[in-house]
């Protein structure tokens, strides 16, 4: 299930349609996964992604972040 979120600067769903609905009307898409991250990467890289990995709680996120 997809909700409106049109009036919103932020916007959070859920899996793969989700990703191809907010992809085409976003400046970035931020994927956030905890449960297998080397398969994440894996397939965000092959269709183009760039992903910048960090830790949570990691200052040199913030340090890049800030540039």
Do not use: H
Not at 27 to 45: H, K, N, P, R, W
Request: proline share 3%; hydrophobic share 40%; net charge neutral.
């Amino acid at each position: 299930m997809t909700f409106d979120q049109a009036e919103f600067k932020i916007r959070c769903e859920w899996g793969e349609r989700g990703l191809r609905q907010l992809a085409p009307i976003s400046q970035a898409v931020v994927i956030v996964d905890v449960l297998s991250f080397s398969t994440c990467v894996e397939i965000a890289t092959s269709c183009g992604a760039t992903v910048f990995p960090y830790r949570w709680k990691d200052e040199t996120f913030w340090q890049r972040i800030n540039r």
